[in-house]
T-cell receptor
C-alpha cells in the first residue's frame, strides 16, 4: 500500500526566508506526485504535479519541487516566502497502472506560518 | 465546465444521530469519486472511493458508509454518529487520476 510522510508538521519562517518541505512516499511502482495548498478558509488548490520527464517541476506562485526517485522524495521549495504563503501544504501520491483507481494518498500536512 | 457541489458546509449533530452528506459532480461522466476526512493534525485520510455506480471501496474500518446511487452522486452516511466522527469531510472527483477537483467541504461537529 502507498503511504506518504511529511517530515515537518509545523514550520515558522520570516518573510524572504527560503522554504523546503520534505515529502517521502512508499510505493514500489510508478507514481504521480502532487503538492496541494490550503489557504485559511479556502479549498485545496493544486500547486504543482509531476508525472514524468524533468524531475524539477515548477508550479504556481514561485513554488517548485524536485522528484528524486532513488530517495522516493518530492520536496517542495520556494526561494523566498511571503506572508501570503501562510497555509497548510499537502504532499500526495497516486499509483500509475492499468488497475489505477486514481486513489490519491495524502501526507499528514505541514502548517507553514510566515511572519511579516 | 466541470464543477463539484458538496453540502452542507457546516453541520452540528448530536451523538447517535444519523448523517447524510451529499456530493454531486457536473460536466463529466463516469468520474472516480472520493470521500476524504481531515482531522486536526492528521492530514487528509481517504475514507471511500468509487469507480462506478454501486461500486464502493472502503479504505478504513469505521462508523461511516458510502453509496453511489447515480453516476455523479456520492453520499456519505452514518446510522449513529460518534464523537470521533467530527472533522472536515471533503469530496473529490477525478477522471483519469492525473487531476483532482475537490469540493468545498463539510465541517461536521458531533456534540
Amino acid at each position: 500500500a502507498q503511504s506518504v510522510s511529511q517530515h515537518n508538521h509545523h514550520v515558522i519562517l520570516s518573510e524572504a526566508a527560503s522554504l523546503e518541505l520534505g515529502c517521502n512516499y512508499s510505493y514500489g511502482g510508478t507514481v504521480n506526485l502532487f503538492w496541494y495548498v490550503q489557504y485559511p478558509g479556502q479549498h485545496l488548490q493544486l500547486l504543482l504535479k509531476y508525472f514524468s520527464g524533468d524531475p524539477l517541476v515548477k508550479g504556481i506562485k514561485g513554488f517548485e519541487a524536485e522528484f528524486i526517485k532513488s530517495k522516493f522524495s518530492f520536496n517542495l521549495r520556494k526561494p523566498s516566502v511571503q506572508w501570503s504563503d501562510t497555509a497548510e501544504y499537502f504532499c500526495a501520491v497516486n499509483a500509475r497502472g492499468s488497475s489505477n483507481t486514481g486513489k490519491l494518498i495524502f501526507g499528514q500536512g505541514t502548517t507553514l506560518q510566515v511572519k511579516p | 465546465s466541470q464543477t463539484i457541489h458538496q453540502w452542507p458546509a457546516t453541520l452540528v449533530q448530536p451523538v447517535g444521530s444519523p448523517l447524510s452528506l451529499e456530493c454531486t459532480v457536473e460536466g463529466t461522466s463516469n468520474p472516480n469519486l472520493y470521500w476524504y476526512r481531515q482531522a486536526a493534525g492528521r492530514g487528509l485520510q481517504l475514507l471511500f472511493y468509487s469507480v462506478g455506480i454501486g461500486q464502493i471501496s472502503s479504505e478504513v474500518p469505521q462508523n461511516l458508509s458510502a453509496s453511489r446511487p447515480q453516476d455523479r452522486q456520492f453520499i456519505l452516511s452514518s446510522k449513529k454518529l460518534l464523537l470521533s466522527d467530527s472533522g472536515f469531510y471533503l469530496c473529490a472527483w477525478s477522471a483519469t487520476g492525473d487531476g483532482y477537483t475537490f469540493g468545498s467541504g463539510t465541517r461536521l461537529t458531533v456534540v
